[in-house]
């Protein structure tokens, strides 16, 4: 008589391994270069989190060529019963960080177009000289550059730019920024821009004091 085939159940390591990468999901994007390791188990297990934070109204988007994966909200089901609570919120950004978002992404984009290096890496002094160009002339140096640093501190802590090691006035533009603006939204980026333009004008006019 044939001894009855094992009952196969969810290994509790296997269980662990989901929750060491679906919970760094959760908190924001997982990249390649800053952890290889957990990279490689969220390939090796990518179907199971594809499934588990469907449950959660998630769905995972990775790029493997580029190197990260991040969550985001499900399209929203018609039927309002069905809708869940949002568990990745949708961030309403100031407009100069709006600005300087966009910036970068054309740049990146010019980028990419001339081939060679991979990684974008640009000075603070680089990324004043972008944004400059859409303010009024004569705008106050100093205070130019410290909002600057302050929209780059915001865009480093949105995960679309970090500093570099060791060389505080020098950042990389993370790839990622390509997923959240897209080739359609540059298409219309002359449009855009000249209303960005229109729209900074009137706050370079006022006065300080």
Do not use: C
């Not at 957990?38 to 998630?58: E, K």
Request: charged share 30%; no cysteine.
């Amino acid at each position: 008589m044939d001894e009855p085939a094992p009952q196969t159940t969810p290994s509790p390591a296997a269980d662990h391994d989901l929750s060491a990468i679906v919970v760094p999901l959760l908190k924001g994007v997982l990249y390649l270069e800053d952890n290889p390791a957990l990279w490689n188990s969220l390939l090796g297990l990518q179907a199971r989190v594809r499934d588990y934070v469907a449950v959660l109204g998630l769905e995972l988007a990775l790029d493997e060529a580029e190197g990260y994966a991040f969550l985001r909200a499900r399209p929203e089901e018609e039927s309002e019963e069905a809708k869940l609570p949002r568990l990745v919120t949708r961030r309403q950004l100031a407009f100069p960080v709006s600005l300087l978002l966009a910036l970068l992404r054309k740049k990146l984009a010019e980028f990419d177009a001339g081939g060679g290096e991979t990684r974008l890496i640009l000075s603070r002094d680089e990324v004043v000289e972008l944004i400059r160009v859409f303010l009024p002339a004569g705008s106050n140096e100093i205070r130019l550059i410290d909002q600057v640093e302050a929209h780059l501190n915001k865009i480093i802590e949105l995960g679309f730019v970090r500093r570099l090691r060791g060389q505080e006035r020098m950042f990389e533009v993370r790839r990622i920024l390509k997923a959240f603006v897209d080739a359609q939204w540059l298409a219309e980026f002359d449009r855009r821009l000249t209303e960005y333009q229109g729209q900074l004008e009137p706050r370079g006019e006022t006065n300080d004091g």
